[in-house]
Nanobody, 115 residues
């Protein structure tokens, strides 16, 4: 069982940057895909960015070119660098891991972008 804890959320002005971190309690070496999801005002969570163990990444169209996902298997960490933030990026960001039939979620971290 892997527990995920997000950090790095907060309030930022439009155009600014934030870096989210996700710390795993155990090894993520065998977690095939790590990713970040976003939930906006009670809507269902939607994938923002994902990264496989091989380093293959995918992004939601709305964040391509602005967000960068990365993972450090040695440190059991996943990151989301968010640049050029806009008010539509406001929401709760969740770290997610999927692999070997298991799925893990963090508790979420709030990101608020002000205009």
């Amino acid at each position: 069982q892997v527990q995920l804890v997000e950090s790095g959320g907060g309030l930022v002005q439009a155009g600014g940057s934030l870096r989210l971190s996700c710390a795993a309690s155990g090894s993520i070496l065998n977690v095939a895909v790590m990713g970040w999801y976003r939930q906006i005002q009670g809507n269902r969570r939607q994938l923002v960015a994902g990264i496989s163990n091989s380093g293959t990444t995918n992004y939601a169209d709305s964040v391509k070119g602005r967000f960068t996902v990365s993972r450090d298997n040695a440190q059991n960490m996943v990151y989301l660098q968010m640049n050029s933030l806009n008010v539509e990026d406001t929401g709760v960001y969740y770290c997610n891991g999927r692999g070997q039939g298991d799925e893990y979620w963090g508790q979420g971290t709030q990101v608020t972008v002000s205009s």
